[in-house]
């Protein structure tokens, strides 16, 4: 089953720019996220930051060049990262 953090908290928001907090999450996370959001149409930058692995500081962004708006292209990016993990455990456990 895949879960989500218990919680999420916007940082910062813009038209072009969202920065998000997704606590408890790491490199696992955040590193297939980025690798994800870059395949999605109008996402210039795609990157995360961990400030510390003992601080949970840890955040998630995303700039557009203003032809998708940032949430629309984190939310796009999140969905595929989704369908993605379940494709991939449809394949592993039919391949036991």
């Given at each position: 089953?895949?879960?989500?953090?218990t919680?999420?908290?916007?940082?910062?928001?813009?038209?072009?720019?969202?920065?998000?907090?997704?606590?408890?999450e790491?490199?696992?996370?955040?590193?297939?996220?980025?690798?994800?959001?870059?395949?999605?149409?109008?996402?210039?930058?795609?990157?995360?930051?961990?400030?510390?692995?003992?601080?949970?500081?840890?955040?998630?962004?995303?700039?557009?060049?203003?032809?998708?708006?940032?949430?629309?292209?984190?939310?796009?990016?999140?969905?595929?990262?989704?369908?993605?993990?379940?494709?991939?455990?449809?394949?592993?456990?039919?391949?036991?």
């Amino acid at each position: 089953m895949i879960t989500i953090p218990t919680e999420v908290k916007i940082l910062e928001e813009t038209d072009n720019l969202i920065k998000v907090q997704f606590k408890g999450e790491t490199h696992t996370l955040f590193n297939a996220l980025k690798e994800i959001a870059y395949t999605i149409n109008g996402v210039k930058k795609a990157a995360y930051f961990i400030e510390h692995p003992l601080k949970d500081n840890n955040y998630f962004i995303i700039e557009t060049d203003g032809s998708i708006k940032a949430r629309d292209a984190l939310i796009q990016a999140l969905k595929k990262l989704k369908e993605e993990l379940l494709n991939f455990k449809d394949w592993y456990y039919s391949n036991l």
